[in-house]
T-cell receptor
């Protein structure tokens, strides 16, 4: 079945450092890919998405490119801020699976001043 | 109130108690979802309701019983839970579920502790 694997955390960075959180997926069809963010005490919020191969999703300085050849959707940001501290979830939605969302286990990011 | 709200935010219950979680969405959506978020595990989809009809039950034990009286409200009735059921329970809503993807909007969750 469909699944998502993302790098385990926690990840601790200093402010203005570069961020990469790896995400790879397994899917039977042609899924859409997402990154969600969960700030402390809140629910998940959609950060960015890509619906087909080679699409790049971007939002708030974060980017991720849908790579079909490597089945990956790594999250990147060039310069993180303290306010980016949160848990990040990679997810996929597959039309062949009724578009049910499949989430990775989450990666906790802490950015220190 | 806007978005998706959940009450209570925190709940502690014994294994013999009966309690209910409530979710309400003010977005005009037609699909609602219950997820279970446990530490160090992926989010688990529990139930899906589409236009008040249950369209998915992901092999959830019968001690969890959902109810969707209308498109804006979703309940999760709990009885004779086990300590391993302790988790964050998240509600979400979207325009609809099915072949056409619609973004899901999440509530803040109910932190459940079963003693």
């Amino acid at each position: 079945g469909d699944s998502v694997t993302q790098m385990e955390g926690p990840v601790t960075l200093s402010e203005e450092a570069c961020l990469t959180i790896n995400c790879t997926y397994t899917a039977t069809g042609y899924p859409s890919l997402f990154w969600y963010v969960q700030y402390p005490g809140e629910g998940l919020q959609l950060l960015l998405k890509a619906t087909k191969a080679d699409d790049k999703g971007s939002n708030k300085g974060f980017e991720a490119t849908y790579r079909k050849e490597t089945t990956s959707f790594h999250l990147e940001k060039g310069s993180v801020q303290v306010s980016d501290s949160a848990v990040y979830f990679c997810a996929l939605s597959d039309r062949d699976n009724n578009n049910d969302m499949r989430f990775g286990a989450g990666t906790r990011l802490t950015v220190k001043p | 109130e806007t978005g998706v709200t959940q009450t209570p935010r925190h709940l502690v219950m014994g294994m013999t108690n009966k309690k209910s979680l409530k979710c309400e969405q003010h977005l005009g959506h037609n699909a609602m979802y219950w997820y279970k978020q446990s530490a160090k595990k992926p989010l688990e989809l529990m139930f899906v309701y589409n236009f008040k009809e249950q369209t998915e039950n992901n092999s959830v034990p019968s001690r969890f019983s959902p109810e969707c009286p209308n498109s804006s409200h979703l309940f999760l009735h709990l009885h004779t839970l086990q300590p391993e059921d302790s988790a964050l329970y998240l509600c979400a809503s979207s325009l609809a579920s099915g072949p056409s993807y619609n973004e899901q909007f999440f509530g803040p969750g109910t932190r459940l502790t079963v003693l």
